[in-house]
Structure formats: C-alpha cells, structure tokens
C-alpha cells in the first residue's frame, strides 16, 4: 500500500471488529425490548448493518490491493457507492430523529 493509506489497512480492521461488537450488542437490546421497538430502531438497524458492509467492503479492497498493488475497479466502484449510500441513509436518519 502507499504510505499515505497505510495506515486505513489495520484501522478498517479494527473498525469492522468495533461494528461487528456494536451490532451484536444493539441486536441484543432489541431483542430484550422487542415490544418497545419504533420504526427508529429499525432504521438505526439497517444504517449499522450498512456501515459494517461499507467498511468490510473498504478493508477487502485494502487487503486486494496491499497484495496485488493493484486497486480493484470494481471493488473501488462498490466502495464508493456504498459509503455515498451508507452516508446519505445516516443522514436520512439524523433528519429523521431530530425532526420528530
């Protein structure tokens, strides 16, 4: 990898472990409130589950590239549409939680 994005090689790794930990301990509380839950709770669900995705995708394309040296289009291209995604759905829900 160059220098300059050597460093997001080990931090996706360790962001996908933190979101993996994150989404079991939130699948866990929904689970022991599952008569509480609003249509927040599932929106804040699936925006989670889409930033595990995006940064899997990230650090797959990452690993590709550190052992090849070549970017992977194909996997640049899915990345850089799930982030746009995965951002546009998190602000989506900001809006959403703030507006009431």
């Known amino acids: ?3 300059r994005i050597a460093g997001l090689y080990p931090f996706s790794y360790y962001l996908l472990l933190v ?7 939130w699948f866990i509380r929904c689970i022991q409130y599952k008569n509480e839950l609003m249509n927040v709770h599932y929106m804040i669900s699936f925006v989670l589950i889409m930033f595990t995705v995006d940064t899997f995708i990230r650090y797959i394309g990452l690993k590709v ?5 070549i970017r992977n289009q194909v996997l640049t291209i899915i990345s850089l549409l799930s982030g746009a995604l995965t951002r546009t759905i998190a602000r989506y829900l900001t809006l959403m939680i703030t507006m009431g």
């Open 65 to 69: 590239f550190n052992s090849t040296g």
């Open 19 to 25: 979101y993996i930990l994150l989404i079991i301990l």
């Open 1 to 3: 990898l160059p220098g």
